[in-house]
């Protein structure tokens, strides 16, 4: 075992990893030799992920599916998270926007700031 992995181990959870930046960190984990549960609401994508990983890494892997903006997945994460030895979490979904600020709407800037937990008021 790993400095890291004896560190870290024995699973990372890395939160918004169906594609980009989670999934690098997600394959990063499981070089380093930790097992990794990956979690986004495009479940597929995340299952092909954790698929991969597990086929190429040789660690074990686990897929979720969850939108971390709602209260109840959340429930459901941490009950489906329970079993498991968690040394290390990588909080990575999230959404923003890249541009001048004015290139976007006001409902853009509300969900980057919001996500979709608060609804804009009607007006
Ligand atoms: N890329 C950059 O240059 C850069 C620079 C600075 C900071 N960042 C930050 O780094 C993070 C990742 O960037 P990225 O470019 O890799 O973004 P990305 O390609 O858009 O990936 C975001 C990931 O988060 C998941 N996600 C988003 N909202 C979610 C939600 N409500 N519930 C569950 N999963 C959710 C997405 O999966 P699903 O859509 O399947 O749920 C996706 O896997 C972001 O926080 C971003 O702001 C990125």
């Given at each position: 075992m790993t400095s890291f992995a004896k560190r870290y181990g024995s699973w990372a959870v890395v939160a918004g990893?169906?594609?980009?930046l989670g999934e690098a960190f997600a394959r990063d984990c499981a070089r380093r030799g930790l097992n990794v549960a990956v979690i986004a609401r495009r479940v597929e994508l995340a299952r092909r992920l954790a698929d991969d990983i597990a086929s190429t890494a040789g660690v074990q892997t686990r897929a979720m599916r969850a939108d971390l903006a709602s209260r109840d997945d959340l429930d459901h994460i941490v009950a489906d998270l329970a079993d498991l030895d968690v040394g290390l979490l990588i909080y990575n979904a999230a959404f923003s926007v890249v541009g001048p600020?004015?290139?976007?709407?006001v409902d853009t800037h509300l969900k980057e700031i919001l996500n979709d937990v608060v609804k804009r008021p009607q007006q």
């Open positions: 990893a169906s594609e980009g600020f004015w290139n976007f709407d």
